[in-house]
């Protein structure tokens, strides 16, 4: 009677682990899915370390109790073997060759100094002056006082444009690059946005035009009280009905801005596809987590370069309880990335700045 009662309860305890293993998977592989075809499923990638800390866990319990069914976890990591490197992946860190390109993509948060520092626009300044770049390119780069930035920049970059992608009586969105290389011209990626955008930079380097495409796609659009309910729900300050209440809501707007989010990732990847004949470097802000369409999409025949030169989560947006790596840099075939990084001591922003060295190939 024990031995069934034992027999059944580690079969129920196997069961358990298989849905977490199938669940692992669905998280994993939704990049997949289409958001606008799929809305309510559009956002399980965000909850993929859960099920990924979960398996682990029963992986630990199959130790103790049953090492033959040790075998349920680790199937379960070997089939989430793809997910698993994009979101956490471990590369050993090779030092760029002389002659590399230093590429930097920064959301700078309109210098707001993420209200630590008195001077935000110094702060980022004097980080990016002191770290000789090559290729910057910023997000919320916000020209209300575009002549003292400017000014400012011409004295780092002898090349600089900056772009307006939205601006009201109230409020205002750019993107920007700063650079070593002539600008021969730029071009808008065409798509909806409620304030913001895609601009595409053409880069005299040498004697090679390189496209740098920057980024700052849609938001999830959650206004200061919504965050602060999502905080308090994660800190276990709320009761049962509100926090589910709170889930579904947020749910549904995540979704909601998911879907806004993946016909732009195909207009970038539309665009990227139809210049080919290009070196590439795409970078920016995504606002989506690296399991997601949009991460997926833009990926689509280019390096993702944290993913084969990183280390870990790479969490580049700081704010608590939304702690994700949003931020991307990839680049084509022509480029070999090396050390890409997320810089957490530079906290000037709502953003971490993410660092990538590329090596142009010699051509055949």
């Known amino acids: 009677m024990i031995k069934q009662i034992k027999n059944f309860t580690l079969n129920l305890i196997a069961g358990a682990n298989v849905v977490t293993v199938a669940l692992m998977l669905l998280a994993g592989y939704s990049d997949r899915l289409y958001p606008p075809d799929y809305p309510h499923l559009c956002w399980v990638g965000m909850i993929f370390p859960f099920f990924l800390v979960a398996n682990l866990l029963f992986l630990f319990l199959w130790l103790i109790l049953s090492w033959k069914r040790a075998l349920i976890p680790i199937a379960g990591f070997f089939l989430a073997y793809v997910p698993i490197s994009i979101y956490m992946p471990i590369n050993m860190q090779e030092a ?115 496209l740098v495409i920057n980024n700052h796609l849609e938001g999830t659009h959650l206004n200061e009280a919504e965050r602060s309910r999502y905080k308090e729900m994660l800190g276990g300050k709320m009761v049962r009905d509100t926090i589910k209440a709170e889930t579904r809501f947020l749910v ?54 944290f993913t084969t030169t990183g280390r870990g989560f790479g969490l580049s947006y700081n704010q608590k309880g939304f702690n994700f790596r949003i931020d991307q840099i990839m680049c084509s075939h022509h480029f070999t990335p090396y050390k890409c990084f997320v810089d957490s001591k530079m906290d000037a922003s709502d953003h971490y700045p993410m660092i990538c060295s590329l090596k142009m190939k010699d051509k055949p």
């Open 252 to 305: 549904s707007k995540l979704s909601t801005w998911m879907v806004e989010r993946a016909p732009q990732a195909d207009a970038v990847h539309d665009y990227i596809e139809r210049h080919r004949q290009y070196p590439i470097i795409v970078c920016g802000d995504f606002n989506d987590t690296p399991i997601s369409y949009t991460r997926h999409t833009i990926a689509q025949g280019l390096t993702d370069c």
């Open 96 to 210: 760029p060759p002389e002659g590399s390109l230093k590429v930097l993509s920064y959301n700078v948060c309109g210098y707001g100094g993420n209200y630590k520092y008195e001077n935000g626009f110094d702060t980022v300044y004097n980080y990016i002056r002191y770290h000789n770049f090559d290729i910057v390119c910023l997000q919320e780069d916000i020209d209300t006082w575009r002549e003292y930035v400017m000014s400012r920049w011409k004295k780092v970059f002898e090349y600089n444009d900056t772009t307006i992608l939205y601006q009201s009586s109230t409020s205002m969105n750019c993107i920007g690059i700063h650079t070593r290389f002539p600008i021969l011209r730029k071009e808008r990626i065409d798509y909806k946005s409620v304030a913001n955008g895609s601009v595409a930079y053409y880069l005299l380097v040498g004697s090679d035009t390189v």
